[in-house]
């Protein structure tokens, strides 16, 4: 079977390359001499992947290709994942075996080496291919010790003043105006420079302080240079900038701003700055923030190709079209969603990186000529070219703002709002994403990998109380839901019991539905529009009930020795019956509280209204403290182990939430409910949730050689 599967792997993989996308595919399926290929190939995709899953042989459990294709592009990252896994057992097995024969061949280790650098690469070692997740990276927040802040506190941008108020933050582009950064020189006697070939251009790998360095020296030696980044979203709460890439007119440069984190801020944030440098960028809305966030670097002076080609009305916006359409370069787009996270960085996906910003200067020109012929053919009295800066400025003036667990976050989970759920499932969807949420921002996770939203969904609409069926239900291998099944089981039950605090948010929910499905409204792009007012939008639309204050130990209510058997559910008419004498009802909020955290490796900082702990680096064990014995059952690299010991200790965390909060079985930590106040009912719902999961100062500051900094 291997050699068919490889069979068909090999002949459709060189038939997908020339098969036409988007919009072109959707004209062409109109012709049976195109459609009938395109079905076999289909009928042909789905026999394999069904081979695959279904192979109990190998996988111990037979998992037949989803017909939903979120559900089937899902399963196939997961299987993915899974035969990384497996291989890496299997070499681990087969090092070991010859590993005893080592002092006969000497070949052990060797064998061992390059076979484990080809899997942790995740390279198809014929088509050079990665893919978008490689499960055996160790992740950069630990390799190179980056410091992330992921508490539950809007993000401090502390590189910018401030306004008067206090209020806000003051970006630098605000002292200046728009008119500063049009092209002075006449546009009409504008040359553009073609740049040289990627070939035969000199270029330079950053991965050293000294090249960093060097590279700020010659971008403040010129007037413009183009700008890319390439990141990884999967498995960081906030996100990571794995590579920058950098152009002039002579020069490529791709920086590794995860080896060079710390510094990158301080060597290149006053030439991103400066306004006197153009700096050219495609579609930079996202690249923008992630400097900010990441480096503290604040762009100012830019021109935005995407922008660019809005405003010139050209067929498409991507930075693949204008290559193709300016250039005249066919861009290897396959690597656009690889794991940049993967190092060494193979050739292939240094080539990618470069060819975002080698031809991008060149386009720069071109685009402006073209903008300005455009403004001398309109008659009317708009500069085509100034709106393009205009947009670009606009760009430029966004300030990262961090995403904040709030009473109502839940309800943004994409597809809860038409799923007609009861105040019960509501009530689990709250206390999941919750969870959720706490989880991923210890663990540095994106929440979408420690739990997807449609698994959310799907748990909270069928309500599976014991861990049998929670299991059934789970159509992947999860790795935190594998580590926190009993967990999970608790918050559903518990969930269950607070529903009375969430009929008026179901009912809420259901008539906006009612009204978006009879009252929708077409836009241009054949979508449907959003009612404008929405009930769940109101002011105190969703109604917290109050409780008095209920007594209840973490272990009556979190541990996972609850027994199934006194704990039932059935639908009567639509009406559910919860029986348990193990969970107490009507938690009105609960906060969690550590009692014995050694805050020597801690440092305070003063912030409005009290004081934040401040942490360098992700806790990495949170969950054993949060979460029960269960999630400290995890595999733990060597040279973390030490660490582990000593992070439950230095962890803070305190989250008051109006519903629930969940915790695990741990000694060290300790539930306090309390009894809202008259306060408390007042507060704007819309705030985020008074916690902290660890806060430090997001950038450190580096003194180095350089008259700027």
Not at 56 to 73: M, N, Q, S, Y
Not at 623 to 629: E, H, Q, W
Not at 674 to 699: I, M
């Amino acid at each position: 079977m291997s050699h068919d599967v490889d069979h068909h792997l090999t002949e459709l993989s060189g038939s997908s390359l020339s098969i036409p996308s988007d919009n072109d595919f959707h004209f062409y399926s109109n012709f049976a001499e195109f459609k009938r290929p395109i079905e076999e190939i289909a009928r042909k995709t789905h026999s394999m992947l069904d081979k695959i899953g279904s192979s109990e042989h190998i996988w111990g459990r037979g998992a037949a290709f989803p017909v939903d294709i979120d559900d089937a592009f899902e399963w196939l990252g997961n299987t993915n994942d899974e035969v990384f896994e497996l291989v890496d057992e299997l070499l681990d097995e087969c090092w070991k075996v010859e590993k005893e024969r080592e002092n006969v061949f000497g070949l052990g280790c060797e064998m061992k080496k390059k076979m484990k650098e080809a899997i942790h690469e995740g390279l198809d070692l014929r088509n050079g291919k990665v893919p978008f997740h490689i499960p055996t990276i160790r992740k950069p927040q630990y390799v190179y010790k980056i410091v992330v802040n992921n508490s539950n506190q809007p993000f401090q941008h502390v590189w910018l003043q401030k306004s008067d108020d206090g209020q806000r933050f003051i970006h630098p582009l605000e002292k200046l105006s728009v008119l500063d950064f049009v092209d002075k020189e006449n546009i009409e006697d504008l040359v553009p420079v073609k740049p040289l070939s990627i070939e035969c251009t000199p270029f330079k790998l950053v991965e050293e302080i000294k090249g960093l360095k060097e590279l700020a020296a010659k971008l403040r030696s010129v007037n413009e240079f183009a700008v890319d980044l390439e990141h990884n979203q999967f498995r960081s709460f906030q996100g990571l900038t794995c590579l920058m890439q950098i152009s002039t007119r002579t020069e490529d440069f791709v920086v590794d701003t995860l080896k060079l984190h710390v510094h990158i801020g301080p060597y290149l944030r006053e030439v991103f700055k400066d306004p006197t440098k153009k700096k050219v960028m495609h579609g930079a809305n996202r690249d923008i923030v992630w400097l900010q966030r990441d480096f503290g670097i604040y762009v100012c002076n830019m021109f935005d190709t995407g922008q660019a080609s809005r405003v010139l009305k050209l067929d498409r916006y991507s930075l693949q079209y204008l290559l193709q359409h300016f250039c005249g370069v066919t861009a290897n787009k396959e690597y656009q969603n690889a794991d940049w996270r993967l190092r060494p960085l193979p050739d292939v996906m240094i080539r990618y990186g470069r060819e975002d910003t080698h031809y991008l200067l060149y386009i720069y020109d071109l685009m402006r000529i073209k903008l300005f012929a455009l403004s001398k053919e309109s008659e009317s009295s708009d500069n085509p070219l100034l709106e393009v800066y205009k947009r670009s400025y606009d760009v430029c003036m966004q300030l990262y703002e961090k995403d904040l667990l709030t009473e109502k976050s839940y309800l943004n989970i994409h597809g809860l709002r038409g799923a007609g759920f009861n105040a019960q499932q509501l009530a689990i969807v709250s206390g999941l994403y919750e969870w959720r949420d706490i989880l991923a921002r210890s663990e540095d996770e994106s929440p979408g990998y420690v739990l997807p939203n449609k698994i959310i969904l799907e748990i909270a609409k069928q309500m599976p109380v014991t861990t049998s069926n929670l299991r059934r239900l789970l159509k992947s291998k999860l790795p935190y839901v594998e580590r926190n099944i009993d967990v999970i089981i608790n918050i559903v039950r518990y969930s269950m019991q607070n529903a009375p605090a969430f009929e008026e948010a179901a009912l809420c929910l259901k008539e906006e539905h009612a009204a978006r499905v009879t009252k929708t409204v077409p836009v241009e792009d054949g979508t449907e529009a959003p009612l404008p007012h929405s009930p769940i939008a109101a002011e105190g639309s969703i109604g917290i009930e109050n409780a008095t204050s209920v007594n209840i130990s973490e272990k009556s209510l979190f541990t996972s020795e609850l027994k199934e058997e006194p704990f039932q559910h059935q639908d009567k008419n639509g009406q559910v019956e919860v029986k348990s004498n193990c969970l107490t009802s009507e938690l009105p909020r609960v906060s969690l509280t550590r009692e014995d955290a050694n805050v020597s490796a801690l440092s305070t900082v003063k912030g409005n209204g009290g004081n934040v702990q401040a942490l360098k680096m992700p806790t990495g064990a949170f969950s054993a403290a949060l979460l029960g014995n269960s999630a400290s059952e995890r595999k733990v690299d060597p040279d973390k182990k030490g660490e582990e010991e000593i992070k439950v200790e230095q962890i803070r965390l305190s989250v008051n939430l109006p519903s629930h909060s969940f915790l695990g079985n741990s000694e060290e930590s300790k539930l306090v409910v309390e009894t809202p106040s008259v306060a408390s009912e007042t507060t704007d719902p819309q705030k985020p949730v008074s916690g902290s999961v660890s806060t430090f100062t997001p950038h450190q500051i580096i003194t180095i050689d350089s008259d700027t900094d």
